[in-house]
Structures are given as C-alpha cells and as structure tokens.
C-alpha cells in the first residue's frame, strides 16, 4: 500500500541480494523507519521483538531467514538448526510454522549448492502468493460488505469494527481484514471503521489507525471496552478481525480480546467474520481452546505504555506501581460457534470442519 506516494510491501529483498528491507512497526504511528537486516539472528530478533509482527508477514520474514542461513551454511543440520531456532521465535501463529515447512520440505530434496539461490527465490514466491491470497479475500469480503451497505440508506456508512491490526502491516500487502475494507473504499462504498487500540500493545491505536488515515478510510479509535456498548446501540454492522491460527474445527485463535467482541456481537446478532488466509489454518489441531499454545509476553508491555511526548521524544511510561505483577496471554480462542464466517481467498466458509473442508478439499 501506499505511504504518501510511494508503494509499500511491508518486506522485501534488498539490492544486495542477500538482506531483506522491513518497515520497523515498533515506532509507527509516530515514526516511519525501514531497516536492513542480514543475519538469522536478526530475523530472529525483528520477530521476536515485533519490529515486524501479523502472522502472514511473520512467516514470510522467517522464509527469508532461512535463506540467509542457506546462504552461509547450506547443510542439512543448518536447515533443522535454522527451522528450530526460528520457530520459536513466537509461538502462536502457525503462519511461522507453516512457512518454515514450505522452506525445508522445498530445499531438503535439493543438492546443498543450489540451496541459497532456491531459498530466495522460494521466499519471494511466498512473499507474492501472500499478496494474491490477501486480495482475493479483499475480493470475497467486498461482497459482505456489499450486501450489508443495500440494506442501509444510501450514502449511510457500513460500520465495522476491527481488533487488533490484520492490516497490510501485519502481512505483506493489503492485510487480511483490511483487505475487503480497502476495496470497498476504491469502489466507492461508504464504509467508517471502529478500530479496537488493543492492549497491551496497542496494534489498534498505533497501526491500524495509521493504515485508515493514510488511505483515507473513515475511522474512529475506541478503547477496547466500548465495541460492546456499540453494538448494543445498534452501532457496529459487522465485525471482521484476522487470525493467527484457525483450527480445522474453526476455532479462531486471535489477539487477546477477540474472544469478548465475539461475545459481544453475538449477543447484538452482530455478524462476526474472520479473514482468513489458508496458511493460517492449522488442519493438524482441532480444539483450539485446549490445543493451541498461547504466548505468554513480557509484563512489562502491560506495565509500561510506548507513546510519544509533548516534546516529540518516543518514550515509554509506567502506568501502574512498581511492585504489581502483571499477565500478558497474547492471543484468544474464540469457539467456532461465535464465528459467522472465515473469509478465506476462496470464498466464504462456514467456521466449521465440514465448512472448511468444502472450501478446501483434499486437506
Ligand atoms: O501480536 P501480533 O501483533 O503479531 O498479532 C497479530 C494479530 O493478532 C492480529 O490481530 C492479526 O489478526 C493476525 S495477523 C493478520
């Protein structure tokens, strides 16, 4: 997407052929900063540390990291070494998990020589097929929205709310639940996006409303409490939020918080939909509540709150005593039977084995 007038992946190779160039998301909204980084490690670090965060743009970035490995070392034993070391990184998102397998399950029936050229090669192709599969939800999310928009007065805004940044900062282009917000702004439908800030860290607040206000998308930010009260004032038309792993079942693993606006919605008969690219799907877990690991972050993101100050310093600031522990579980579970649909590039499924097996056959 655009940042002014130029054209933004959130990731992509540099000129050196080697290193890959990512928008640091760690000082957005008050900062655009795009940086180089050429070693595993600082793969490892640029997703542990969240400079670049959202389960599709996760697993891209640790495609190119192992092909920074290939590139030193293009044994069998680095290709596990890399695998393990990146894959625990974050530990939710399958997207990370999925993209590591693409890699070595591609590179192992290789002779080690051509490993490196593959694994770059293979990377940006994951890279593209990420931008195709956001659109294509794009694509089949517009008719929703559509459908919701002929039901309202004309020129009334479709209203929907959105948790946490399933944007394109959180994939490589377009985003996921972005994506049939996107398109429904270039064809012309009026639609106002209630955006969640999404504590702790606030992926709401500091990139989601970035990604509205640069693309000229009416939005109004909302503390993570108010998306009930909404919806009870008949507020909220419909709900779209990403994932960071769907179950065959459907259960929907999401940032922390998804679950009570799935609640919530469902109470207001609220539609509440899932984008969802099919990397995110984890075929090999059914139960999400019971199955599916869910990060434990720093408390200190709890704690302590990034912002910028009056005199333009970006700083953090403690917002409660010292000595008060704090939890951070990073993600939720939402049940199947609180989802409406799972928005994926092939269409609309329903949240359920059977719905995602007749979108997806075979699996
Ligand atoms: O912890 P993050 O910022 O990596 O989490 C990302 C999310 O949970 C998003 O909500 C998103 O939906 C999943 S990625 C499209």
Redesign the pocket.
């Known amino acids: 997407m655009n940042v002014g007038d130029r054209h933004y992946r959130t990731i992509w190779l540099s000129d050196d052929g080697r290193s890959v160039e990512i928008i640091d998301q760690r000082w957005l909204p008050h900062d655009f900063r795009v940086v180089k980084v050429g070693t595993v490690a600082g793969i490892a670090a640029a997703i542990r540390d969240?400079w670049v965060?959202?389960?599709?743009l996760?697993g891209v970035t640790s495609a190119y990291g192992v092909a920074m490995q290939m590139a030193n070392d293009p044994s069998d034993a680095a290709l596990d070494g890399v695998w393990e070391v990146l894959h625990e990184t974050r530990p939710t998102?399958i997207n990370l998990r999925w993209a590591l397998d693409e890699m070595r399950n591609f590179l192992r029936p290789l002779p080690p020589g051509q490993r490196a050229e593959a694994a770059y090669r293979r990377a940006g192709e994951i890279a593209d097929e990420d931008v195709g599969l956001n659109r294509a939800i794009g694509v089949n999310g517009l008719e929703i929205i559509k459908d919701i928009a002929a039901r309202k007065a004309p020129g009334e805004p479709v209203n929907i709310l959105t948790?946490?940044?399933?944007g394109w900062l959180?994939?490589v282009d377009y985003?996921?639940?972005t994506a049939p917000i996107y398109l429904a702004t270039e064809a012309g439908i009026p639609v106002h996006v209630y955006v969640d800030e999404t504590r702790p860290?606030n992926?709401g607040a500091q990139l989601t409303a970035w990604e509205m206000a640069g693309h000229g998308v009416p939005h109004t930010l909302i503390v993570d409490n108010a998306g009930g009260h909404l919806m009870q004032r008949g507020q909220i038309d419909m709900v779209i939020?990403?994932?960071?792993r769907t179950t065959a079942d459907g259960d929907v693993c999401?940032?922390i918080g998804t679950y009570l606006k799935a609640l919530a919605a469902a109470d207001n008969d609220v539609p509440f939909y899932v984008a969802l690219p099919s990397p995110t799907i984890d075929w090999t877990v059914g139960d999400g509540l019971a199955e599916i690991p869910i990060e434990q972050r720093s408390s200190d993101e709890v704690s302590l709150v990034w912002g910028k100050t009056a005199n333009g310093e970006i700083a953090q600031v403690r917002i409660s005593p010292e000595t008060t522990p704090a939890a951070n579980p990073?993600?939720d579970v939402t049940p199947a039977r609180l989802v409406t649909g799972l928005i994926t590039e092939r269409g609309v499924a329903k949240a359920s084995r059977e719905g995602l097996k007749a979108m997806f056959p075979g699996r």
């Open positions: 969240m965060r959202g389960a599709p996760i998102a948790h946490c940044n399933a959180a994939t985003g996921t639940a860290r992926q939020v990403g994932t960071d999401n940032k990073a993600f």
